[in-house]
């Protein structure tokens, strides 16, 4: 029973990173982009 609920578990997380990967990759692409808008602005 425990070994059961462990691998349900085990199935949530892996789902969990499967949904909150691409996002964290997307915001860490906005972060970037903006940082080299910003520094573009800054030397010109």
């Known amino acids: ?3 059961k ?3 349900i578990l ?3 997380m892996i789902a969990f990173w ?3 990967t691409p996002f964290t990759i997307f915001v860490n ?3 970037c982009t903006l940082r080299f808008i ?3 602005i ?3």
């Open 42 to 44: 800054i030397w010109n």
């Open 38 to 40: 910003l520094l573009n």
């Open 29 to 31: 692409f906005i972060d």
């Open 18 to 20: 499967m949904y909150i």
């Open 5 to 7: 609920k462990f691998k």
């Open 1 to 3: 029973m425990l070994n």
């Open 10 to 12: 085990k199935y949530l």
